[in-house]
């Protein structure tokens, strides 16, 4: 009995660190995010991409194609900028677990199974500028493909950076109905490489 209280206390104070570091890295993430409108202009975006591939006239899905580049150049701007305001997080602020699921302390006790969430971000602010400048030459069709999946890969991030690898992939299934797997193996090639080497292959 007494053995069992024991575990029952150990697990309620384990519950109460866990949930306190999540807390502290939203509000981290949240106050670098809060100065910028990221997640209204990736609504945006999405949106768009649908409408404009659900018109059936060429012109008029032309048009919508033309309208989204703006949103997409005010993206990889505001991106940009809060990936430079939060490289300037302390780097064990920004240490994250590459363990599938967190528990206290984890990036202190292993820090070899972490990574920099400064360089991840950065691995995103240049995917999502590749995506939008289009230097690969991509059909209008194929770059909302590859935006996309830039996107969702980063929002994913920042889900993993917050809570861990194992709730940011649940999200991104019953959000978008894609797993991390598709995630990875839709953005460029240089985001896929640059990401891996920071998650491990």
């Not at 809060?82 to 302390?90: M, R």
Request: aromatic residues 8%.
């Amino acid at each position: 009995m007494e053995f069992f209280t024991l575990v029952t206390c150990v697990a309620i104070v384990v519950y109460i660190l866990k949930l306190s570091e999540e807390r502290r890295r939203i509000a981290l993430l949240g106050s670098h995010l809060g100065q910028y409108q990221i997640e209204k202009l990736m609504e945006t975006l999405t949106d768009g991409y649908l409408r404009a591939l659900g018109e059936k006239e060429p012109e008029r899905r032309e048009q919508v194609w033309n309208q989204l580049a703006g949103s997409e150049l005010k993206l990889c701007e505001q991106f940009t900028l809060f990936a430079a305001g939060f490289s300037k997080v302390d780097e064990v602020e920004a240490r994250t677990s590459k363990l599938p699921i967190t528990f206290p302390f984890a990036t202190k006790l292993l820090p070899g199974l972490s990574f920099d969430m400064r360089k991840m971000l950065a691995v995103h602010a240049q995917g999502i500028l590749r995506a939008a400048e289009n230097s690969a030459q991509r059909t209008p069709k194929d770059k909302a493909f590859t935006m996309s999946a830039e996107l969702f890969l980063m929002q994913h991030s920042c889900h993993w950076f917050c809570k861990s690898k194992a709730v940011a992939s649940a999200r991104m299934m019953v959000r978008h109905k894609t797993s991390h797997e598709q995630l990875v193996a839709s953005v460029s090639p240089e985001t896929r490489e640059a990401y891996l080497a920071l998650t491990g292959r």
